[in-house]
C-alpha cells in the first residue's frame, strides 16, 4: 500500500509538476544599491524579462539588497492611470510598475527606494495574491518646502529658512519659488508644527504663507514682508504647499488579496497609498511616517496616509504609524455616480462628479446597487442589480466620466425627474479592521469610514490629530463619497488633545457627520438602522475642550463606559461646547 501511495503522488507529479518558488535576485539585472545612477530602465527591462520567464503556477521573490536604490523619470514606465482622488494628469512615470502578476513578493529588505522629480513611486494593478515587504519609499527633493520661522516682525513681516535641502529661488517679481526635476512650485499655504513637540500649531489650520515682495536678505534667509501671522513664533518649522496630488506613493488597482508587510513611505505627491478596485487588503506595520525621532523633516504625504475608494473584501491595518501627513490617516468609500437622466424604465445614464474621482470602472454586471436623494440623504427602498454598463463618453471605462446601466429590475418611478439623485454600488463596499495603529501630528482629521459593512477600530492611539479623530461622513453633492455605516465599534483607543485646529466636519472628537443639505426634510435617518449599529465603548479621552461626540441623522447610537479627562494642555476655543451633541438621533444611549 505504501509503495502504491509514493508511486501515485510521483506519477502526479510527473504529470502536473509542482513549481519551486522562484527567486529573482534583483542585482542580477543591474538593479543595485549605493549607486546615485537611474534603475528606472533597467526595473521596467528586468520586470519584462522575468514575467517572459516565469511558468504558470510558480510563485515569484523579487530579492533586492539591502541599501538605496534611486529612480528617475528618465527610462521610467510611462503608463496612463487614472485614479481616485488625485489630479487626472497624464501619462505618469513609473519608478516599479507592477502588473497583471500573480503570486509575486517585492522583497526589499530594508531597501530605500528614492524617487526623483514627478513620479509614482510602485504600482500594482490586475494582480493576486502579491505582497510588498520590507522596503521604503522617499523623494530626495520633495514637493514640499519645510522653511522655519527665524523672526515674526508682525505687521512688518516674517523671516524664515528653508532647510538645507529645499531648492529655492527668489524670481524676478520678488516670489518665493520652489523647484526641482522637471518642476517648479509657488507655495502659498502651509501647516505650521510646534519646533520640539511636532504638534500641529494651536489654532492655525491651514495658514496663508504670502511671499510676493519677499527679498534675500542674508545667507539662506528669506524676508517676506506680506506675510504676518502672530500665532507663529519664533523657531515654528513650517510645512510650505501646494493643493497638488498628481501622485500617490503606492497605487494599487483591480487586485485581489494584497499585503503590505513592513513598508514605509516617508514621502508623496499625493497619497502614500491609494487603492481602488481591490479585494482584499492587509497592511502589517505599515507607515506613512517619519524617518524616526531625529528626522530633521516634519511632513511627509501631500494628502492621506491611505485611502481606499470602491474596494471590497476587508480592509486590515495594524501596526502602523501614521504621521505628519497633510490629510487623513486613512479613508475608506465608494463613489456615488450623479443620475444625468432616465434613458427608459431600466436604463439610466450616470456621471462621476468630483474632478479627482473620474477615469476608472466604476461598477460591473451582476453588481448590486441601491439609489439615494441627493438633497435628504434617504435610500429608496430596496436595491437593484447592474444588467450591463458601459462608458458613453469614452470607448472604455479607463478616462471615462459617464455610463449607460441598464438594470435588472425597472427603476423607481422617482428617478429621473426634477429631483437629483446619485446612485451606490453595494457590491463594492469592505470590511475594515483598523487596530494597534498610531495616528498623530497630522492635519485635518485622523479616520474615516464611509462603508455599510463592519468597521472595527480597536486599540489605537489618536494623538493631536488636529482636527476630529474620527469621522463616520457620507456625501453626494461635493466629494460624492458613499456612504451609510450599519456596523461600526469603535473600542480601546486612546485619544489625546484632538481639535487644536478648526478643519471640515470637525464638530467634535468623534464626529459623525454626513452631508445632508435639506436635514429638515428628512425622514429616514443616513447612519445606522438597528439598535446599537455605531457602539463607542471603553475608550479614553483626554481633551482640554468640550466636544467628545458629535452624530447626525443616527439610528441606533451607543455611548458607554468611555473614561473622559479634562487637561490644561490648550485654552478651549471650539463653538461647541456641548460634551455631546445630537441632531436628528433615534435610539441613542450616552453615559460616560
Known amino acids: 500500500m505504501k509503495n502504491k501511495l509514493i508511486y501515485t503522488a510521483l506519477l502526479a507529479s510527473l504529470c502536473f509538476p509542482l513549481w519551486a518558488q522562484q527567486v ?54 510611462e503608463r496612463v492611470y487614472y485614479i481616485s482622488n488625485h489630479d487626472q494628469t497624464n501619462p505618469k512615470r513609473v519608478g516599479i510598475a507592477l502588473e497583471d502578476l500573480k503570486s509575486v513578493t517585492l522583497e526589499g529588505n530594508g531597501a530605500e527606494f528614492v524617487f526623483h522629480g514627478q513620479m509614482i513611486p510602485v504600482s500594482m494593478l490586475r494582480s493576486s495574491d502579491c505582497t ?64 520640539k513637540t511636532r504638534h500641529i500649531v494651536y489654532r492655525t489650520s491651514d495658514i496663508a504663507c504670502p511671499t510676493k515682495g519677499c527679498t534675500q536678505v542674508g545667507e539662506n534667509l528669506i524676508y517676506a514682508p506680506r506675510w504676518k501671522d502672530s500665532r507663529l513664533p519664533e523657531g515654528t518649522v513650517v510645512a510650505m504647499r501646494s493643493w497638488d496630488r498628481p501622485t500617490p506613493g503606492i497605487f494599487l488597482s483591480h487586485n485581489t488579496h494584497t499585503t503590505l508587510k513592513n ?75 450623479k ?12 456621471r462621476y462628479m468630483h474632478d479627482q474621482s473620474w477615469g476608472f470602472d466604476w461598477g460591473f454586471a451582476g453588481d448590486s446597487v441601491q439609489f439615494i436623494r ?40 422617482e428617478i429621473g425627474g426634477q429631483e437629483d439623485f446619485g446612485i451606490e454600488n453595494l457590491t463594492w463596499t469592505p470590511e475594515v479592521y483598523f487596530a494597534h495603529n498610531v495616528v498623530r501630528n497630522n492635519r485635518a482629521r485622523g479616520a474615516l469610514f464611509s462603508t455599510p ?57 468623534i464626529s459623525i457627520y454626513p452631508e445632508i443639505p435639506d436635514l429638515e426634510h428628512q425622514v429616514k435617518y443616513f447612519h445606522g438602522g438597528k439598535p446599537g449599529a455605531i457602539r463607542i465603548t471603553d475608550n479614553e479621552f483626554e481633551v482640554f475642550d468640550a466636544p467628545v461626540l458629535y452624530a447626525k441623522s443616527v439610528d441606533g447610537l451607543v455611548f458607554e463606559r468611555n473614561k473622559i479627562s479634562t487637561n490644561s494642555d490648550y485654552k478651549p476655543f471650539h463653538w461647541n461646547q456641548s460634551r455631546f451633541l445630537l441632531e436628528k438621533v433615534n435610539r441613542a444611549e450616552i453615559s460616560e
Open 24 to 77: 529573482y535576485d534583483m542585482s542580477r539585472f543591474g538593479i543595485v544599491p549605493g549607486k546615485k545612477s537611474n534603475m528606472s530602465a533597467r526595473m521596467e527591462k528586468a520586470l519584462a524579462k522575468i514575467k517572459k520567464e516565469s511558468r504558470e503556477g510558480e510563485s515569484l521573490i523579487l530579492k533586492f539588497k539591502p541599501g538605496t536604490y534611486h529612480f528617475y523619470p528618465e527610462g521610467a514606465a
Open 132 to 195: 510588498l515587504q520590507d522596503f521604503s519609499i522617499d523623494f530626495a527633493n520633495p514637493h514640499i518646502a519645510q522653511v522655519q520661522i527665524v523672526k515674526n516682525a508682525g505687521e512688518k513681516g516674517i523671516t524664515f529658512r528653508p532647510a538645507p535641502w529645499v531648492d529655492y529661488r527668489v524670481t524676478k517679481d520678488s516670489i518665493f519659488e520652489t523647484y526641482g526635476k522637471g518642476w517648479t512650485l509657488h507655495p502659498m499655504s502651509g501647516i505650521a508644527f510646534e519646533e
Open 263 to 337: 513598508v514605509k513611505v516617508h514621502y508623496a505627491q499625493g497619497m502614500g497609498l491609494l487603492a481602488q478596485l481591490c479585494d482584499g487588503i492587509t497592511m502589517e506595520g505599515f507607515g506613512v511616517c517619519l524617518k524616526g525621532d531625529t528626522d530633521v523633516r516634519y511632513f511627509t504625504t501631500q494628502a492621506d496616509a491611505t485611502h481606499f475608494s470602491q474596494c471590497k473584501g476587508k480592509i486590515t491595518s495594524v501596526n502602523g504609524l501614521y504621521e505628519g501627513m497633510m490629510d487623513d490617516a486613512i479613508n475608506v468609500h465608494g463613489t456615488y455616480l
Open 339 to 350: 443620475v444625468l437622466r432616465r434613458v427608459d424604465d431600466h436604463t439610466l445614464a450616470a
Open 374 to 413: 441627493s438633497q435628504t440623504m434617504e435610500l429608496l427602498d430596496g436595491r437593484n442589480c447592474i444588467e450591463r454598463i458601459t462608458a458613453s463618453d469614452q470607448p472604455t471605462a479607463e478616462g471615462a466620466r459617464e455610463f449607460l446601466i441598464r438594470f435588472v429590475q425597472p427603476l423607481p418611478n
Open 453 to 509: 459593512r463592519q468597521t472595527v477600530v480597536e486599540h489605537n492611539l489618536f494623538d493631536h490629530t488636529s482636527g476630529t479623530a474620527i469621522l463616520l461622513c457620507g456625501d453626494c453633492n461635493g466629494w460624492y463619497e458613499t456612504g451609510a455605516c450599519r456596523d461600526v465599534v469603535i473600542r480601546h483607543n486612546r485619544f489625546v488633545n484632538s481639535l487644536t485646529s478648526m478643519f471640515q466636519f470637525t464638530n467634535a472628537v
